[in-house]
């Protein structure tokens, strides 16, 4: 039990507002998810990663954080601990060969841990999530292609009947951004939806005054960004992501969404 968020962007941006400010504010998810927190960023050279076992309502450094960072690329999560005491290492995200990783869900990770090959089960904590993330930068390895990674490591899991609630994540590996909604269980819960902004015909007077000044500001400087988040943060239109379907977001901001049977 995890809320999760991503952006792609076509400028370096901060986390400020969607940390701190918006009607839904990551801070404000923490209340429910207090077991830590954690962001990612790729700033076009490499990828920056501070996390936390603590609640990011609470942490003396987020709001500083939330503000210097500066990621084409960005990807937080705060969680809500099931599997795996509260630590630094089990604190999402992971970065692991390149790939950015944070997870929503719950999976039985001894067995899902016999799925990884030798030279894969270089594993900093005790989380399932961290085991998934393994799994699915094996599979893309061995396939050349990291959605054909995420289709074998579904195919896996399902075929091996390991029993999971959701395997939704958001990842990067510096190009592209990926989203998977795959609930089994709770699918009014373990929701993913997406945003374009500035979205297209969007009234700003029926925004809040915080959200329609942070559009106005960016649409001066000429900033755009695709925004995935397990619930919508603001109140500009978010879209909802199909159960069982991986959104990719390319490098020119350009979206793709493919079933995922």
């Not at 609470?58 to 500083?64: D, I, Q, Y």
């Not at 990842?171 to 902004?197: I, V």
């Not at 603001?234 to 069982?244: A, V, Y």
């Not at 379907?245 to 020119?252: A, G, P, Q, T, Y």
């Amino acid at each position: 039990m995890c809320r999760l968020f991503g952006l792609y962007a076509n400028v370096p941006v901060n986390v400020e507002f969607s940390f701190f400010i918006a009607e839904t504010s990551m801070a404000d998810l923490s209340r429910l998810n207090p077991h830590g927190w954690g962001v990612a960023w790729f700033d076009g050279r490499g990828w920056g990663l501070v996390k936390e076992p603590r609640p990011l309502r609470e942490s003396g450094k987020a709001h500083g954080i939330a503000r210097a960072v500066r990621g084409l690329i960005i990807i937080s999560h705060v969680r809500f601990a099931t599997v795996g005491s509260e630590s630094v290492v089990n604190t999402h995200p992971w970065l692991y060969r390149g790939v950015v990783f944070a997870h929503n869900g719950s999976l039985d990770r001894e067995r899902l841990t016999g799925l990884l090959n030798p030279g894969y089960e270089d594993l900093e904590g005790g989380t399932d999530s961290e085991v998934l993330h393994h799994l699915i930068v094996q599979e893309a390895v061995n396939a050349g292609d990291f959605v054909e990674g995420v289709k074998k490591a579904v195919n896996k899991i399902n075929e091996e009947l390991i029993d999971y609630t959701s395997l939704n994540f958001i990842a990067s590996d510096g190009r592209k951004l990926y989203a998977l909604r795959y609930a089994r269980t709770s699918p009014d819960y373990y929701t993913l939806h997406y945003l374009e902004r500035p979205r297209k015909a969007l009234n700003l007077e029926k925004l809040s005054p915080n959200t329609a000044q942070l559009i106005r500001m960016k649409l001066a400087r000429g900033e755009k960004a695709i925004l995935v988040a397990s619930e919508p943060l603001t109140e500009e239109g978010w879209l909802e992501i199909p159960n069982k379907h991986l959104l990719i977001v390319n490098e020119d901001l350009t979206i793709k969404s493919l079933k995922i049977d």
